[in-house]
C-alpha cells in the first residue's frame, strides 16, 4: 500500500504566458529573461527564474508581445520609441 503522503505520481503543472493554459512542465519550453533577450534552457540547467511558453506557433508568436510587456513592468522601459528618443539627445 503506497504511502498517501508520497509526491511520488507527481507531475508539475506550469502556466504558459502568453495563451494562459496549464500544462504539465516537461509539454512547455523553458525560458528566462535577461536585458539582452529570451534565453531557451531546454534542458532546464541553468538556476534562474523560470517562465514557460507553450512549443505552438501561436505562441511563439505572441512570445515578443508579451516580451514588450515584461520588459516595460521589470526595466522601467517605456517602449522602442521613446528609448530610441533619449539615445539622440
Not at 504511502?3 to 493554459?21: D, G, I, L, W
Not at 496549464?22 to 529570451?38: M, N, Y
Not at 521589470?74 to 539615445?87: D, M, T
Request: overall charge positive.
Amino acid at each position: 500500500m503506497p504511502n498517501k503522503n508520497s509526491h511520488a505520481e507527481h507531475v508539475p503543472q506550469r502556466t504558459c504566458v502568453v495563451c494562459r493554459a496549464r500544462k504539465e512542465a516537461g509539454e512547455l519550453l523553458s525560458f528566462f529573461v535577461l536585458p539582452q533577450g529570451l534565453v531557451f534552457d531546454p534542458r532546464r540547467r541553468i538556476q534562474r527564474r523560470r517562465n514557460y511558453v507553450c512549443p505552438d506557433p501561436e505562441c511563439l508568436v505572441g512570445l515578443d508581445k508579451w516580451k514588450l510587456k515584461y520588459m516595460k513592468r521589470k526595466f522601467g522601459l517605456r517602449g522602442a520609441a521613446s528609448f530610441s528618443q533619449a539615445g539622440q539627445k
